[in-house]
Every structure is written in structure tokens, then in C-alpha cells.
């Protein structure tokens, strides 16, 4: 959200009290299922969450990786039963947010449901991005892509990454993410490697050539406004006043 807006101390006070419990789980631990009703949604305080969709025995799709900050289970609120499933990646900590608890947050801090406007549609176009290639892409432009989709998401979450990001991702998973085979990732791996692009080292990527690493990717360069105009006008209090007494009409 704070892609967006910056939260206030009042709105920060406002979601620790949306939450009912706060659950770790160990990594490849699964935190929902896909089909299960849904009366939860989570936020993300530490570690990578998946959202896979199952598509039969030993066939997923990883459509969707959360960092720090995110709300996993989010997308499912406009159905009767969970859209994927949720997946820890790594060793993650999940506060718990009831739906009656996450409509009464809204309801303190109306102003995260215009950022959540923006969420979304920052999330359609990466999901755009993200289908373009795999869809239209080979292998090799596939991996940089997500690769570079990382980096750029990373060093919004912590300003100053540089060219070392994160990679706790195993083969297996990468290869969910990218619709290739284990095998095809290491073999792409080891080509980037070889190219000079990356350096692997433990559960890091050292990124050598992050401009040559976007060219091959062929992924669009997207700015997402940071507090655009129009957003912090509607956030103005006479607006925000306005949203909140129409959801204390909705929920009270």
C-alpha cells in the first residue's frame, strides 16, 4: 500500500487491530487451499507466499509471489471459495484479518480503499505482464523476466537492493512460475550464468547486467505514480469523511 500513499500511525494502530491472530508457518507449508470457503485474508509481515492454482496431479501454476507487506488471499474476496492456493516459500509470519475484521478496517482507515484501487490495477498489469510471456516468450527470456520482475518489486520493498536480490525460489517452483521443467530452468540458469548476466550464490542472485538482463527479457519498464495527484485529492478529508460514513452504513 505504501507503494501508494503513506500510511498514518492511526492507519498503521488500525490494521494490528484488524488482526485475530498472527501464524507462522514453515516453508512449503501450505496456509490455504484453493476451494476451501473463504473467511480470511492475510498480511504478509516477513517471508514469500505463492498463490498456485491447481490444475490436477502434480500440475500448478505459481500466478502470484507476495513479499513483506502484501495481503495474500486478497483476490478471493469476490468469490465463494479461495480462487488458489496459498503456499509459504521461505519460513513466513501471516497476521490473520477475518472478513467482518477487514471490513471494519476499511471502516478506520477508508483511504487504503482508494490505495486498494490502485493495488489492483498495478497487480492487472503485472499479471498482463506476466502472460504476455509466457505466453509469447522462449525460455530464456522467460526466466530474465521474472528475474527482473523480482528486482524491480524488491527494491520498492527495500530501497537501495542494488544488483543482490533475494532468490529463495528452488527450480521446481521457478518452473511453476515460468510454465517450463525443472530440467529447462537449470539448463536456462546455467546459460544466463555463462552469458555473464547472473551469479548465483547460495540463496542470492547477484544481477551483473541488469540492463542487458531487461533487454532480453523484453519486459516493459513500468513507473507506477507514487501518490498521483488525483489520489491524494480524493484522500483529502472532506472525501475520506464521505467514505467512511458510507461504509459505516454498509458494515454497521
Given at each position: 500500500m505504501s507503494e501508494f500513499i503513506e500510511?498514518?500511525?492511526?492507519?498503521?494502530?488500525?490494521?494490528?487491530?484488524?488482526?485475530?491472530?498472527?501464524?507462522?508457518?514453515?516453508?512449503?507449508?501450505?496456509i490455504s487451499l484453493?476451494?476451501?470457503?473463504?473467511?480470511?485474508?492475510?498480511?504478509?509481515?516477513?517471508?514469500?507466499?505463492g498463490s498456485s492454482l491447481e490444475l490436477g496431479p502434480e500440475r500448478s501454476q505459481l500466478v502470484k509471489i507476495f513479499l513483506p507487506g502484501d495481503f495474500p488471499g486478497l483476490a478471493s474476496i469476490a468469490l465463494e471459495r479461495a480462487a488458489a492456493t496459498l503456499v509459504a516459500l521461505t519460513d513466513v509470519t501471516v497476521d490473520v484479518i477475518p472478513l467482518d475484521h477487514l471490513a471494519r478496517f476499511f471502516e478506520r482507515a477508508p483511504r487504503f480503499l482508494f490505495a486498494l484501487l490502485v493495488m489492483t490495477q498495478q497487480e492487472r498489469v503485472m499479471l498482463m505482464?506476466?502472460?504476455?510471456?509466457?505466453?509469447?516468450?522462449?525460455?530464456?527470456?522467460?526466466?530474465a523476466a521474472l528475474i527482473v520482475h523480482m528486482h524491480r518489486r524488491l527494491s520498492v520493498l527495500r530501497p537501495g537492493t542494488g544488483n543482490v536480490i533475494e532468490w529463495p525460489l528452488t527450480q521446481q517452483r521457478v518452473a511453476e512460475a515460468a510454465g517450463l521443467t525443472s530440467?529447462?530452468?537449470?539448463?536456462?540458469?546455467?546459460?544466463?550464468?555463462?552469458?555473464?548476466?547472473?551469479?548465483r550464490e547460495g540463496r542470492q542472485l547477484r544481477l551483473?547486467?541488469?540492463?542487458a538482463l531487461s533487454r532480453l527479457s523484453g519486459l516493459p519498464e513500468r513507473h507506477f505514480a507514487k501518490e498521483p495527484p488525483w489520489l491524494v485529492k480524493c484522500c483529502e478529508p472532506a472525501t475520506v469523511d464521505a467514505a467512511a460514513g458510507h461504509l459505516n452504513r454498509c458494515f454497521g
Open positions: 500510511p498514518t500511525t492511526d492507519e498503521l494502530a488500525a490494521l494490528e487491530d484488524a488482526a485475530l491472530s498472527r501464524r507462522v508457518f514453515k516453508r512449503n507449508q501450505t484453493q476451494g476451501q470457503a473463504v473467511k480470511e485474508v492475510y498480511f504478509l509481515r516477513q517471508g514469500w507466499v505482464d506476466q502472460l504476455t510471456m509466457v505466453g509469447q516468450s522462449k525460455a530464456l527470456q522467460r526466466l530440467v529447462h530452468v537449470n539448463r536456462v540458469f546455467r546459460e544466463l550464468t555463462e552469458r555473464g548476466l547472473i551469479a551483473l547486467d541488469i540492463e
